[in-house]
């Protein structure tokens, strides 16, 4: 416990918020001098009609302007400091050159749907994907992850938000060990905030000794800046390029139930080969690469797959003004004629997310969403439960997961074609986080997370309108507070 206490993580936090209070400290000592009060307050204003014409979503630039206008003082300094678009400036310049040049280089096959063509403009091939599974628990996908990495021949390369000390990751570690001991190339990429007070102890070291390269996106800087936010989300293990996992699950141990947390621990993943394994190769090459400063290619081959089923794997990044992940559900939500099954650990909608979901269920199409029954983050459990009312008014059925907490992200449009991967529906992971995901176009995956899904349904409580608005006046007030800052968050 102390070791977490006194660490690098602490240390940044304390010098980060010493910078933030002279920074307020200075503005406010400034503004005594009536001139430059003024000052701060016009350029507070020329800001917001900045932010009003800027090309960015609507909820976001509202609770800036709220923000700024509540504290016109302070709040053109806030913007500079810490708004997506001047974060988001700072390193794209470093990053778009890498982030896409290895997942071009793979030849799909034509696109023929409006998503599918959509994805392929966006520079992410429709597959041929013979191989392919779904793993509906964080348990049995973890066991398969195990089993791959021990055949392992080339290469392993491992990309997780979190690596956390425990069982899972000593299970790994040994695995890696003794696969480095015979020759296969490792490689590793963390978040540097989502293992800042969890990853092994002299975790580098470790590695180093056993002979695993490691790169640690955006590590917490000592300087108070925006870019904090922006935070890899990704979580990718591919085997030899012969196999890709993207899924739900960190290593660590909750996601297993090796120890329980907020209940039951329900996450799900997939296995993708052939040219989809391909795919999300060259992604984890274009982050490692950015992060190395390196040229690494990966050599594609010609494979043909028995028995195919289409799939396309993508990825999502803040520095654009295109939300794919968005734009991806949006899209799967607008075509659906029968049904939706959702599965997220974080609803926090948008406008127009909210208005396709209730848009699907007034036309007639079959909607039905779970979230978790235990949270683990009780303020975006408070946003979440204030939609319900809205959705299940317009037909939607809504779902809580009562044996504890629910972190799949799922997606099933008239269980003919599905997502899984690791995008929640909030709107840190559409427009603020490094996002990955796959999308199946029939197959057996499409049919076993329809299954999963029904199967899951078995173990929620649904909740009625009546449940929906018994809701005490301090709650709704709170969560009216939450909705509107809600892009911050």
């Known amino acids: 416990m102390l070791r977490k206490i006194f ?17 307020i400290y200075a503005v406010t000592a400034g503004a005594a001098v009536p001139a430059v009060g003024f000052f701060y307050r016009f350029l507070t204003y020329v800001l917001v009609f900045y932010i009003i014409n800027q090309p960015e979503n609507s909820g976001y630039k509202l609770c800036w302007i709220v923000l700024m206008l509540l504290f016109p003082l302070y709040g053109g300094f806030a913007y500079l400091l810490f708004s997506r678009r001047h974060s988001v400036n700072s390193i794209h310049s470093r990053i778009r050159h890498y982030l896409m040049t290895e997942v071009r280089k793979i030849k799909g096959i034509n696109p023929d749907s409006g998503i599918q063509k959509y994805l392929s403009g966006a520079g992410f091939p429709l597959c041929e994907c013979g191989e392919s599974h779904f793993y509906p628990t964080g348990e049995e996908l973890f066991c398969e992850m195990l089993k791959k990495i021990s055949e392992a ?44 007070f969890v990853k092994p102890r002299d975790f580098k070291k470790r590695l180093k000794k056993i002979g695993a390269e490691y790169a640690e996106f955006n590590p917490v800087s000592l300087r108070a800046t925006g870019k904090v936010n922006y935070r890899n989300h990704r979580k990718i293990l591919v085997v030899d390029g012969k196999y890709a996992f993207c899924c739900g699950i960190n290593i660590s141990d909750e996601y297993m139930n090796f120890r329980k947390r907020f209940g039951r621990w329900k996450d799900s993943g997939v296995m993708v080969g052939g ?77 127009e997310m909210l208005s396709s979901l209730i848009f699907a269920a007034e036309r007639g199409v079959k909607v039905k969403l779970v979230t978790p029954g235990i949270p683990d983050k009780k303020y975006v459990y408070t946003m979440t439960r204030s939609f319900y009312r809205p959705l299940i008014e317009a037909g939607v059925e809504v779902y809580e997961y009562s044996p504890g907490f629910i972190h799949s992200k799922t997606l099933v449009a008239d269980e003919k074609i599905c ?13 603020l986080l490094f996002e990955c995901a796959c999308i199946f176009y029939g197959g057996n995956v499409t049919e076993e997370v329809a299954v999963d899904f029904n199967k899951t349904l078995n173990s929620c409580n649904f909740i009625t309108l009546s449940n929906a608005a018994e809701t005490r006046l301090v709650v709704r007030i709170v969560r009216c507070f939450l909705k509107l800052f809600a892009p911050l968050l």
């Open 7 to 23: 660490c690098y993580g602490t240390f940044a936090i304390i010098i980060v918020l010493l910078q933030l209070i002279l920074i």
């Open 419 to 431: 997502v899984v991967g690791t995008i929640n529906f909030d709107y840190r992971s559409m427009f």
């Open 275 to 351: 040219k989809a394994a391909e795919s999300f190769t060259a992604m984890f090459l274009g982050m490692w690469n950015y992060l190395t400063k390196s040229n690494d290619s990966f050599c594609m081959t010609d494979c043909k797959d028995e028995k195919p089923c289409l799939a396309q794997p993508f990825s999502d990044s803040p520095l654009d003004n295109s939300p794919t992940g968005l734009r991806t559900y949006l899209s799967l939500i607008n075509s659906a004629e029968k049904s939706i099954y959702l599965t997220t650990p974080y609803l926090v909608c948008d406008d």
């Open 153 to 196: 021949e080339k290469f392993i390369y491992i990309e997780f938000f979190i690596i956390a000390d425990g069982k899972a990751w000593s299970m790994t570690e040994d695995l890696l060990a003794r696969k480095a001991a015979e020759g296969v190339k490792i490689r590793i990429i963390a978040d540097g905030a989502g293992c800042l």
